[in-house]
C-alpha cells in the first residue's frame, strides 16, 4: 500500500517547498510522486522542471505532477458530465454555458483524492506527496467524500431504483427531456465506491499523515490551530506541524525584533502542540529552487529523522465503553464550548464546530444510544451515549 502525506497551512507559508523538499529526500529510496493540488501550481518552479498534468519524471524514483483540472474532471466523470449537459441545454441553456455549470461544486475536489485513489489502486508509487490548496481548500477537498458519499448513501439507491422502473413510464411524457441511462448509474456506483476507499485510506493513520505548515506569525499560528482542530473533527491525522522561514540567530540587528517575535511564537507552538512532531525550517541564503538545493532544505528540516516515518499514531476518535454507556472521545484541542453544537438523528451523531459539520456514523450496536452529556477535558471532547 502506498504511503501518502499531505502537506496543507496558509497561503504562503512555503507549504510547496516543504512538499518538494520531502518528496527529493524519500526518492532516494522510493519511487515518490509530489502531486500539486492548489490551482495556483508553483512545483514547477520550485523543482525547477517542466511538469504536466500527468506524472512526469524529474529524475530516477522522482515524479511530479500538476494537475490539470479541465482534463482530470473529463477524465473521471465523463458520464455524469455529459448527461448533466444534455440535461442543462434541454432547459433552455446554451451549450458553452450548460458545459460549464455541469461541473458541479465538490467535483474538482473529489477528482484530486480520485487521482490519489487510482494510484494506490494500480500501485504506481510507494510514496504520493500531496502539495496542497491553501487551508481552505483543503479542508473542502478532505470534507467532500463524507459528504457526497452521504448524499449518495441517502438519495442514489432510491434514485436509481425509482429511475429503472420510471423511465419506460415516463419517457413518452418528458418532450424529449434526458433521463440517465443505466451507464450514468453505474459511473455513480463507482464514484461512490471510490470515494468511500479513498475517505478510509487518508483517515487512516497507518497509511496517511497530514501535515500542518505554518509560519512563526499570530495569523499563520492561529489558522494552523484551527486548521488542526477541523483536521481532526473529520477524523483525518495530523503527525507533524512545521514551523517555516524562521530568521537564523546571525541575521543581524535590523531582524533582532523579528526573532523575538518569533521565539515568542515558537514557544506558543511548543505548548499548543506539544504531543506531535514539531520540526523548525529555517530561511537559507536564497530560496530552495531544484532538487540538489530542495535536498539540503530537507536535510535540515528534518534533522535527521526520515520523512517517511509516521510521527504520530493516534486516532483522532475513538468509542469507550463505561459500565452501560459508550463514550466517544474527539480528539479537539482548540474548540470552545460555545462554538460546539451537538445532536442525534438517526443513527448519526452530528458535530459542529463553528462552520464545519462532521457526521459521525454510530455503529449498529450503539445506533438507538441517545447523547445524554458532553464535556471538553485535556483538549477532547467526551460525549456520553446512553
Do not use: C
Amino acid at each position: 500500500m502506498s504511503r501518502v502525506i499531505l502537506y496543507t497551512g496558509k497561503g504562503g507559508v512555503g507549504k510547496t517547498s516543504v512538499a518538494a523538499a520531502t518528496a527529493a529526500m524519500i526518492s532516494k529510496n522510493r519511487k515518490t510522486l509530489v502531486m500539486s493540488t492548489d490551482p495556483a501550481h508553483s512545483l514547477s518552479d520550485s523543482l525547477k522542471f517542466d511538469i504536466g498534468s500527468e506524472p512526469t519524471k524529474i529524475e530516477k524514483n522522482l515524479y511530479a505532477q500538476e494537475i490539470n483540472i479541465n482534463q482530470a474532471i473529463n477524465q473521471h466523470w465523463e458520464d455524469l458530465k455529459e448527461y448533466l449537459t444534455a440535461l442543462f441545454q434541454y432547459q433552455g441553456i446554451d451549450p458553452i454555458s450548460a458545459d460549464e455549470i455541469a461541473i458541479l461544486p465538490g467535483f474538482e475536489e473529489a477528482t484530486y483524492l480520485l487521482y490519489i485513489n487510482d494510484y494506490i489502486k494500480e500501485d504506481s508509487f510507494d510514496t504520493i506527496i500531496v502539495d496542497s490548496a491553501p487551508t481552505g481548500e483543503s479542508l473542502r477537498l478532505l470534507s467532500f467524500p463524507e459528504v457526497m458519499t452521504w448524499y449518495m448513501d441517502k438519495i442514489f439507491p432510491i434514485g436509481r431504483t425509482a429511475a429503472k422502473i420510471a423511465r419506460p413510464l415516463v419517457r413518452p411524457f418528458t418532450g424529449g427531456m434526458p433521463l440517465p441511462s443505466d451507464r450514468v448509474f453505474k459511473s455513480a456506483e463507482t464514484l461512490y465506491k471510490d470515494l468511500l476507499n479513498i475517505q478510509e485510506i487518508m483517515q487512516n493513520p497507518e497509511i496517511t499523515s497530514i501535515r500542518l505548515v505554518t509560519n512563526a506569525d499570530h495569523m499563520s499560528f492561529n489558522e494552523t490551530k484551527r486548521a488542526y482542530t477541523y483536521l481532526l473533527l473529520y477524523g483525518y491525522p495530523v503527525d507533524a506541524v512545521i514551523v517555516n522561514k524562521i530568521y537564523r540567530d546571525n541575521t543581524g540587528d535590523f531582524f533582532k525584533a523579528w526573532r523575538e517575535s518569533q521565539n515568542e511564537i515558537l514557544n506558543d507552538i511548543n505548548a499548543a502542540f506539544g504531543d506531535i512532531k514539531i520540526m523548525r525550517g529555517y530561511l537559507m541564503e536564497r530560496e530552495p529552487l531544484g532538487v540538489n538545493e530542495l535536498l539540503k532544505f530537507g536535510m535540515e528540516l528534518y534533522d535527521g529523522e526520515d520523512p517517511y516515518n509516521i510521527f504520530k499514531h493516534e486516532k483522532p476518535y475513538e468509542f469507550e465503553k463505561s459500565g452501560d454507556n459508550t463514550i466517544l472521545k474527539v480528539k479537539l484541542p482548540f474548540a470552545e464550548k460555545g462554538e460546539t453544537n451537538l445532536f442525534k438523528k438517526a443513527g448519526e451523531l452530528i458535530i459542529e464546530v463553528k462552520n464545519w459539520r462532521r457526521i459521525v456514523y454510530l455503529p449498529q450496536t450503539i445506533s438507538e444510544k441517545e447523547p445524554t452529556g458532553a464535556e471538553f477535558k485535556n483538549g477532547y471532547l467526551y460525549i456520553t451515549l446512553s
